[in-house]
């Protein structure tokens, strides 16, 4: 598509948040005077993802540090970020890949380089260490912010529980690679590490930056880094009743460039009766296969054979 959304917030400054403490440029990490949780927030795993980055750069221009335990602070695919240019702000979601479908150990240890498997083989060992992941992203479309668990109940629970307004989203990740919040032990159904992708709304949208912080903050306070009445004024959005979780079972892919959805559909949508007519797909039509179906993530922005174009789910 030729088309893009408005940039309406302005790109983080990163210069000069390069040089870092921990060795790796743009990876910082702040302690707490008591032990702790081992938290990483990762922000800018697509480079034109503005929110999760404005986030952190934040905290870091405040010198904001845990109570307790460490907190690493990291911004993901800085060279995809550095090439965006708001005249065309869809091309710089990466350099050559997805940095986050590279996250399978067989990709991380194997000998194929690319700029994003460079960049994740350096943030490894942060991934690694990490007791709790708090992904940001953002969407390309204007859409409620969703909170993606992956499919374990503790995810789903510890989600839920951040009192937010997103949608929490139960999947089982993407067929054309691992994310990084489905890596290694967050994916093993016998531990009891934490990690959770924000979708926080849309990339240049500033309410995406508003949802960033409070998920951010709650989501540290929730993992034991500080209380709540530490938080940094002005990050906490008032507590919500979060809808009950949608979990996902379908993927719908379009077959051609000729795929057109049957109405203007933002997500959240709830399609009542099995076999409605949700799109076309060059002269197919695809429907619902349930009734009450729910619309995640329509969105036609990459669109090409074998791109996801909406997921369908039905709530919990
Ligand atoms: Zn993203």
């Known amino acids: 598509m030729s088309g893009h959304h408005p940039v309406h917030t302005l790109a983080p400054n990163l210069a000069r948040w390069s040089t870092s403490n921990t060795g790796v440029d743009h990876v910082h990490e702040r302690s707490g005077a008591a032990p702790g949780p ?3 927030v990762t922000a800018l795993v697509h480079g034109n993802e503005f929110s999760g980055a404005i986030a952190l750069a934040e905290l870091l221009a405040a010198g904001w540090r845990p109570a307790r335990g460490r907190v690493t602070l990291a911004f993901c695919n800085v060279a995809a970020f550095e090439r965006f240019d708001a005249a065309r702000p869809d091309d710089s979601r990466f350099v050559d890949e997805d940095f986050n479908r590279v996250w399978a150990s067989e990709a991380l240890d194997g000998p194929r380089r690319s700029a994003e ?18 992904d940001l992203h953002s969407m390309h479309e204007p859409c409620a912010p969703l ?16 009192r937010t ?4 989203v139960v999947d089982s990740g993407h067929a054309d690679g691992v994310r ?3 890596y290694g032990e967050f994916s093993d159904a016998q531990g009891g590490r934490i990690a959770l992708l924000l979708e926080a709304g849309q990339h240049w949208d500033p309410r995406a930056v508003s949802a960033a912080r409070d998920t951010l903050m709650r989501f540290l306070v929730q993992a034991g ?4 009445s530490e938080a940094p004024m002005g990050w906490l959005l008032p507590d919500r009743e979060p809808p009950a979780p949608v979990v996902v079972t379908d993927r719908v892919v379009a077959a051609s460039m000729d795929f057109r959805f049957s109405g ?13 007519v949700i799109a076309t797909d060059a002269g197919r039509t695809v429907t619902t296969p349930y009734d009450d179906c729910v619309l995640v993530m329509p969105s ?4 090409r054979p074998g791109v996801t174009t909406v997921r369908l789910g039905r709530r919990a």
Request: hydrophobic share 50%.
């Open 147 to 162: 909170l993606v668990t992956g499919t374990l109940a503790r995810n789903i629970a510890f989600a839920q529980a951040l």
């Open 117 to 134: 498997l460079d960049r994740a083989r350096q943030l490894r060992p942060f991934v690694d260490r990490a007791t709790h992941l708090l």
């Open 264 to 276: 203007s559909y933002a997500g959240g949508e709830v399609i009542a009766r099995a076999g409605t």
């Open 165 to 168: 307004a997103s949608q929490v």
């Open 225 to 228: 880094a500080l209380a709540r």
């Open 300 to 303: 036609l922005r990459q669109l």
């Open 38 to 40: 081992e938290i990483l």
């Open 180 to 182: 990084m919040r489905d």
